[in-house]
């Protein structure tokens, strides 16, 4: 007998005022076919106020185009167990589910949420995490707000609002930003009137696939501007042609972990390990991580190595110079 398929999730966080709920208004009202469980995370005695979900209590309320939504505080996963219990049970009908967090909110405890423990990682499976960035307020919000930069940080999807109320340089400016922190991340401008939700679920960015390192943003995407940041949370992007000493880079990984798992928000790779013809696949958030083997490379003059990790002031020329030391040969 088959396990069920596990119900996706996504997760939509953001800054204060960035359009999370307008964006999931819409989102509810759209004719898009699909039965959409949305959950507002709230955190605190008090409510954040909202014109979309029900206050203080756990109720579901279904939509007339079949969506479905609550508010809920403290547990979150007692909650995914009840919801789940009640779709198993036929009293709930709904086909993934979407989390939306608190513009306060640091994405780290739900996003870890879905891989410590056991029951929830048969019943859902993350599939991926969009921020919305208000592009007014974005630069003084990323300047003062460490949560900011988290959410950011932990992002496979930034959806940029307000594009329209800046000029081109400035967007360009936020681009090369935002790409600084993670580059892993896909950027989408999000103008006025468009709902492009299609892109936004399937995204399978905490699947352990080939797919790990693609969503890396070239440099070359933006123009070069004269505006520079100092962002403690920023990427590193290791490559090389050819492959690698397994033993010597679970070194490395491990040692960082052991030093800096606090500070290491997220991780993917792609590696050719000199004792296998397949693709080793990893990916991790903070100290929980998971590997598997792909596909064999197709030749040996294909079999390369790509790792990004994000994280807080990482030691990034130290572990540069690490990670140049597992190249095998």
Excluded at 8 to 30: M, S
Excluded at 100 to 109: F, K
Excluded at 188 to 200: I, K, N, S, T
Excluded at 315 to 320: A, H, K, S, V
Aim: hydrophobic letters at 40%; one cysteine or more.
């Amino acid at each position: 007998m088959t396990s069920p398929t596990p119900i996706p999730v996504t997760l939509l966080t953001g800054f204060l005022g960035a359009g999370k709920t307008t964006l999931l208004n819409r989102l509810l009202q759209a004719d898009h076919g699909q039965r959409i469980a949305v959950i507002e995370n709230e955190f605190g005695p008090v409510s954040i106020d909202s014109a979309l979900l029900v206050r203080d209590t756990a109720e579901v309320i279904e939509m007339t185009n079949g969506c479905l939504c609550c508010t809920i505080r403290g547990d979150l996963a007692g909650h995914l167990r009840d919801l789940h219990r009640r779709r198993a049970a036929g009293e709930l009908a709904f086909d993934r589910l979407v989390i939306e967090t608190t513009g306060l909110a640091d994405p780290t405890p739900l996003v870890q949420t879905f891989f410590g423990d056991p029951d929830l990682l048969e019943t859902y499976q993350l599939d991926g995490v969009l921020t919305l960035v208000d592009a007014v307020h974005a630069d003084r919000q990323l300047d003062e707000h460490a949560v900011a930069r988290k959410q950011v940080g932990f992002a496979d999807l930034l959806l940029v609002s307000k594009a329209d109320l800046i000029n081109e340089q400035d967007l360009i400016a936020l681009g090369q930003r935002l790409a600084a922190i993670n580059p892993l991340a896909t950027q989408h401008v999000l103008w006025p009137g468009e709902l492009p939700y299609a892109d936004w679920f399937s995204l399978r960015s905490f699947h352990l696939d080939t797919r790990a390192p693609t969503g890396l943003v070239e440099p070359a995407r933006f123009r070069p501007v004269t505006r520079s940041f100092a962002d403690d949370i920023a990427a590193l992007h290791w490559q090389h042609d050819g492959r690698v000493d397994r033993q010597k880079v679970g070194a490395v990984v491990q040692g960082l972990l052991a030093e800096r798992s606090d500070d290491l928000l997220r991780y993917k790779g792609v590696l050719a390990v000199h004792d296998d013809p397949r693709r080793l696949i990893f990916q991790g958030v903070h100290r929980i991580a998971g590997f598997d083997y792909g596909e064999a490379w197709e030749s040996e003059d294909r079999a390369r190595c790509d790792i990004v990790l994000i994280g807080r002031d990482l030691p990034t020329e130290r572990l540069r110079t690490e990670l140049d030391g597992c190249a095998f040969g």
